[in-house]
């Protein structure tokens, strides 16, 4: 890993009317639109969706270093990340992340190990770790 801090580059271009065009460099563009709440589409990528997305990837990447760490052998995770966008005193923020994790272990694993390193790994993400909502985690376990 590279020292702190690290920065990272977005780039988003648009017209007045359309999809937003999102570019970092090295990446694949994707586009965004308001979701359905906000009277967009619905069917693209949006600001919302994407910050859900981000805390659901960060929650796994962070879990794959966790695991290894502690050993923990698992076959496969699942992160489902719902966001509660809320009006409070006339300013709109995400005041709750639910992340429903099922993480699929070989049969004979400890479900306290597993859970532990879901745990850890919640607590670890840093794009969770920089929002003010509240972040909570549901853990279903698969043993296989």
Same mark, same amino acid.
Request: glycine share 6%; proline share 6%; net charge negative.
């Given at each position: 890993?590279?020292?702190?801090?690290?920065?990272?580059? =977005?780039? %988003?271009? #648009?017209?007045?009317?359309?999809?937003?065009?999102?570019?970092?460099?090295?990446?694949?563009?994707?586009? =965004?639109?308001?979701? %359905?709440?906000?009277?967009?589409?619905?069917?693209?990528?949006?600001?919302?969706?994407?910050?859900?997305?981000?805390?659901?990837?960060?929650?796994?990447?962070?879990?794959?270093?966790? #695991?290894?760490?502690?050993?923990?052998?698992?076959?496969?995770?699942?992160?489902?990340?719902?966001?509660?966008?809320?009006?409070?005193?006339?300013?709109? =923020?995400?005041?709750?992340?639910?992340?429903? #994790?099922?993480?699929?272990?070989?049969?004979?694993? =400890?479900? #306290?190990? %597993?859970?532990?390193? *879901?745990?850890?790994?919640?607590?670890?993400?840093?794009?969770?770790?920089? *929002?003010?909502?509240?972040?909570?985690?549901?853990?279903?376990?698969?043993?296989?």
């Amino acid at each position: 890993m590279q020292a702190y801090p690290h920065h990272y580059l =977005s780039t %988003a271009t #648009a017209q007045p009317q359309g999809l937003v065009r999102l570019e970092s460099p090295g990446l694949t563009p994707i586009d =965004s639109a308001p979701p %359905a709440a906000f009277d967009g589409p619905g069917d693209q990528w949006s600001p919302e969706t994407l910050l859900c997305a981000a805390i659901a990837d960060c929650t796994i990447l962070t879990f794959r270093v966790v #695991a290894r760490m502690a050993k923990l052998e698992w076959r496969a995770l699942s992160c489902e990340v719902h966001g509660t966008l809320e009006r409070i005193e006339g300013r709109t =923020s995400f005041t709750r992340f639910v992340t429903h #994790a099922t993480l699929t272990v070989p049969e004979g694993t =400890s479900e #306290a190990a %597993a859970r532990a390193a *879901l745990e850890k790994s919640k607590g670890a993400c840093l794009v969770s770790n920089s *929002l003010s909502g509240s972040n909570t985690m549901e853990i279903t376990l698969v043993f296989a």
